[in-house]
């Protein structure tokens, strides 16, 4: 499918985002980066920039870049060099961030997803790892600004794209695919509002076939809903500015998540020469490949290969293979569940349906459901051998969800939910549901079908819901003749 | 030398006679602290130290001295040293010669000093030096000494009027003053080496990576490493011995080569040593009075049986305009974090961020700082940094190179310190290139990370001290501070004091 022109013009989105890695000390330093600890209280000399501190590596942030660059396919550097970044800002305490320029850790690879019913793949430049920032924070003091040197050192993986997205909503399906891979291989939590995960969209406007326009690139992308927001915002402000004869200036632009729109922070003119240098305090990164197995050994299956196999394996539709492979948690429920009651597709309804529901409800996440899997597997079986009803399980999930209850069977038992199997009993109430019943009888003899419906209700009701309906109407039908 | 524990001369006992005293208890560690702390007082006006504290020093001692009774063995226990005012102490404050940091106090020792302490020695203070290691000559020293109200420049012992070299030149001039028995240094583009060969006393910088940076004030990472400065090869190796040694956790750049005893070798045979002279080394421009002296010891070697050797080094001259591309890149870099924001100096008043950065700055650094960080903004500007940064890097790895082809034909180069002895001060007055110029023996050694001491080589124009330089490949300390050893044992320049100490 070629890809949708906006007023004519074609969009191309190309992202970088950073995201936090989950090592429990800072890429080049043993203090902590847990989050939200009181400003400055988590920087030791070396995040101060103390005189005479130097940068030693965190294995666990390479093993992080590792475990990516596996994850996407990328090529990973078994020798890479950090370097230099230099500017001046009083939340950068050394006066330039350690990162890598021209050799990063991991190079190429590709993201796939589905966008819609088609399947979508950006292809990576690279991922390298750097130190964040610390904060300012510039409204909490009246005429000053405070510096919070916490997050100054905090591991981050920057992974860039080619300009390979043509859409806001490819955008953030590939943002979404990404987040999920990263948290899926454990290394990053994800968390976008504490900004584990941020990304900025480089976003430019073109005629179809022709070179690339100019791209302003978008900061403070915070929530997929944003995103989506603010790029669809700067596709329109772009056409509008070529429409109406000027010309798009390179720069950086702040999208305010209040107004919807992005507005810019600085062009390119004012842009700082980084003055990248190989940092002489670092010696270059050296990764033996056999770490590189390692780590491979240990890799989770990945999400795509992961439905793909729910796909082949159970038989499951393409929708719910996806749906499932969300999260580890979620796909890891769905497996046991489905394995332990060997009915997976019923297993996946549950797990997208009654289960997904309520985590909604309670706004809580997969880790925190309160039915297990061998408890659902065994609600599934009481379904399957006919025991209760459908719509008696949902009474029994009710009970097994709210604590009320937490063996199937006893909860079958002391809500008395058991189905009727018994034909003899069964045929019984048909008759006496037939024998009451006359005009709706001579109704659906003359042909009208809702006159059956009616017949099956009453023998429901006089069952107390126990009957299984499908047996029900199978008699009534024999009966009738 | 047999041990009078009179005080008068205690000054004149070797570190590792003064360590042997301490141990057989003729000697207390409070006694030889009171007695050099006495020896810094009465000499103050050489200006060699930045900063005292009579009473933290007193309560090392003391402290070496319950060790002592206790029965230790550590090597330097009760030994007084002194630190370049570059390496970060807790005791004492840290100002690295610079406004920029007067006053400032680190929460941790370096490593260096650590590792110093560890092996019993006490503090008597730190000592003055160029500002950020930046310099040939103490000139440029920002901070008011010990007993002065104003920056002044360090002197040299043998004549008063004249530089003690730098940048390391008040560790310098306090050893060759008898003010201390020993000293650390740091040496970037020759900063143990030439300050030790003006003031005639003997000092080492070790192979890049054999002591840990943590905790030295950086000025050129890729250059910097600290060594000891002492009047004999003997003492050098004792300590540099308590001073290397791998630093994992703390800088990455410290080699993963445990810590050796360098004085092992102290005694072998020059039986067939090769010694390479460098033609580069003794072209125009060299001293006569220097020439002089560096032929003199060089015969002394022949008589030891050490065979000299004529070698190349192509480069020499090219390792002035890379050393002063390279150095000053990564400095202008490494004193980015002196802005005002978190630590040192800030200006008074100021209107807004960028007039805090630049007020802040221009009031901090001094002159061959700022110099310095311009020409390292400029050589790592887009546009220009392949031309000279990239190009510089490429001519340091050839230079190391050279090096490696001379060794295949000799086992130690040999050549001056400096092509001149300790200028006057004020003579090179504001001409940097002057200064910069001196450094065209010591930095080709520099840039190839290789360890180099000086030796006293006796004395040339003017009656100055001279100093050999040997260099020698990675990893050969032991080498070369024997060889500087058997020199010593078959000269006396390194026991001559300047008059008046």
Redesign the interface.
Known sequence: MSAPLIHGYEVVIGFETHTQLATRSKIFSRASTAFGAEPNTQACAVDLALPGTLPVMNREAVQCAIKLGLALGSHIALESIFARKNYFYPDLPKGYQISQFETPVVQGGEVSFLLGEEQKTVRLVRAHLEEDAGKSLHEDFIGQSGIDLNRAGTPLLEIVTEPDMRSSAEAVAYARELHKIVTWIGICDGNMQEGSFRCDANVSVRKPGAPLGTRREIKNLNSFRNMQIAIDYEIRWQIEEIEDGRSIQQATVLFDPDTGETRAMRTKEDAADYRYFPDPDLPPLVISADWVERVKAEMPELPRAMAARFVADYGLPEYDATTLTQSQTMAAYFEDTARACGQAKLASNWVMGEISRRLNTEEIGMEAVKVSSAQLAALIGRITDNTISNNAAKQVFEALWSGEGSDVDAVIDAKGLKQMNDSGALEKIIDEVIAANPANVEQYKAGKDKAFNALVGQAMKASKGKANPGQVNELLKAKLG | MSISTAPSELHELSVSALAQALHERKLSALEATEHFLARMRQHQDLAAFLAVDEDASRAQARRADARLAGGSTAPLEGVPLAHKDI??TRDFP?T?GSRM?AG?R???D?TVVHKLAEAGAVTLGKLNCDEFAMGSANENSAVPPVGFDAPRPVQNPWDRARVPGGSSGGSAAAVAARLVPGATGTDTGGSIRQPAGFCGITGIKPTYGRAS??????F???LDQAGPLARTAEDCALLLSAMCGPD??????ALDRPAEDFGRQLGASLDGLRIGLPREFFADGLAPGVRAAIDGTLKEYEKLGARLVPISLPRTELAIPVYYIIAP??A??N???F?G???GHRAKDYTD?MDM?KKTRAEGFGDEVKRRIMIG?YV???GY?DAY?LQAQKIRRMIADDFQQAFQECDLIAGPVAPSVAWKIGEHGNDPLADYLADIFTLPGSLAGLPGMSVPAGFGEHGMPVGLQLIGNYFQEARLLNAAHRLQQATDFHLRSPAGF
Do not use: Q
């Open positions: 390496f970060v840290t690295a940091l400032y680190s929460p941790f370096a940076r943590y905790g030295m004030v950086a050129a990472s890729s994992p956790d703390r800088d990455s750049t890149a990564e202008s870099s004193l980015s974090r802005d924001v978190k630590f961020l950065y903004t790592l500007s887009h940094y940064y």
